[in-house]
């Protein structure tokens, strides 16, 4: 696993607001499809993403191209092959994100040390889903006016 505790996920899941979610599909039977419905309705502020889908919306939220697009952006949910987690670590840093969430599936520990390295929480192989039946229920935190 990850080495987060229970409270470490609450933490992120209750002081998160602005999330892109990378891998973001317009397909129902797909989990990052699933995953972003439940976002929302949990009151997140997600930025899909997806190059081959720009300019589309899904759940009523236009899909950027890149992870610049999607900036500011607190968390950066992974909906990718492992393999392109490296290159999506380093411009999350870049982008100043403050957490890191490779779904279920998604592993990568060179780029999750690198992260960590910067600073950046990370959360691997987990789904928010999951941990919100797990020990949540969990809320984004409202916007301050």
Known sequence: MDGNTDDTIRDILTTTRRIALVGASAKPWRASHEVMRFLLDRGFDVTPVNPGL???????????????????????????????????????IELGARTIWMQLGVIDQDAAAKARAAGVRVVMDRCPVIEDRRIGPFRAPQPHH
């Open 54 to 92: 720009a300019g589309q919306t899904i759940h009523g939220q236009t899909v950027v191209g890149s992870l610049a697009e999607a900036a500011p952006l607190e968390m950066v949910d992974v909906f990718r092959a492992s393999v392109h987690v490296g290159a999506l670590v380093d411009r999350a």
